[in-house]
């Protein structure tokens, strides 16, 4: 058997989109993935991984020891506290996102030189790199790449400067000095409220979409923590895990960041969309001021342009084909079986 020629180190290989991601890998031979997180990702993720470690990526040390074990050719870092967790404790939320990101970018830069080869780093940001103001936000529509960058929450201040940091090492990294190419390939996409069927969300602050989701199939009554009206762009976990595959196997690309969003919805607008689906729903809005002021500084939708001119993105479902093809058959399975 020959040896895969991708060996993709995948941090917060246990979350939401790493599930959806290391089960997309095992059915590409040609790939390695040696997985990092916190916690175990359980029986059925584990049973697809070529390694994996338990640990901190804000410790230099742990994650220099894992590369002196593999040389790793790609590195999809996923691993960080979410938006609602990190307002709860930002200085925390500064370490994992900000530094552990840095220990990643440095490894990566340091397995670059040693092994003379450009290693490719991808990693998620998200929409809560924007900070609409009231007045941007009743306007409506779609915000462009470089509009409204004025995040509110720690979250997103995080993800909006490791947008710079990773264009830094991926486009400029010692400009000054260096001869040749920069030695990371840099991709990261900008997500909008990601909804997975088979996992259940925890602190983010688009969760209210997927929680409504599950509380219907488990029919259970659901209290909203977001005014009705609330609308931000959303995709499903499977188009997620296409997006974030279509961006790791495009050739060399022209950006370093892209929107990527398939709809955007309402909290109402979901509510009546999934009342045909599950006639019994209860839903009651009590919005959370916290909460809601930083999904009200969030925008309604994004130009995924770039995404679509650059490495061929395509959005596949609206949120009625969404309901119908993934989200009510997935959840309806998974309640079923519990
Ligand atoms: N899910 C969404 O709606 C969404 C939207 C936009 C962006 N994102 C981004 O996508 C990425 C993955 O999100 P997710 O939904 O899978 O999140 P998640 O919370 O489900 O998973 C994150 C994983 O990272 C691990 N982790 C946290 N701190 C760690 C540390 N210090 N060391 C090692 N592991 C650590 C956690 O144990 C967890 O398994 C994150 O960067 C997130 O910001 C997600």
Known sequence: MSTPSRRILVTG????????????????????????????PGKAIRANLDDLHLGDICDRSFIDHIVTLHEVTEIVHLAALLSTRAEH?????HEVNVDGTFN????AAEQA????RVVKFTVPSSIAVYGLSEQEKSL??????DECLRPVTMYGANKLYCESLGRYYGRHYRSLTS????????RCLRLPGVIAAETKPTGGTSDFVPEMIHAAAAGQPYECFVREETR??????????????????????PGCVYNVSS??????ELEAALRPHFPNLQVTYTPHAGRQAMVDTWPDDVDVTAAMRDWGYAPRWTLEQALEHYIVPSVRRQYAST
Do not use: N, Y
Not at 113 to 116: R, T
Not at 263 to 268: K, N, R, V
């Open 13 to 40: 290989a246990a979350g939401e989109i790493g599930h959806g991601l290391v089960s997309a890998f095992a059915k590409d031979p040609d790939v390695h993935v040696i997985a990092v997180d916190l916690r175990d």
């Open 179 to 186: 001869e040749g190419p920069p030695p990371i390939d840099f």
């Open 89 to 93: 404790v930002p200085e925390r939320a």
């Open 113 to 116: 030189q040693s092994f003379s």
């Open 140 to 145: 409506g529509g779609k915000v462009g790449l």
């Open 232 to 253: 931000i762009p959303w995709m499903t976990m499977p188009e997620c895990v296409d997006a974030m595959l279509g961006l790791l196997e495009a050739p060399a690309l």
């Open 263 to 268: 709809f955007s919805a309402s909290a109402g």
């Open 104 to 107: 990643l970018l440095r490894v």
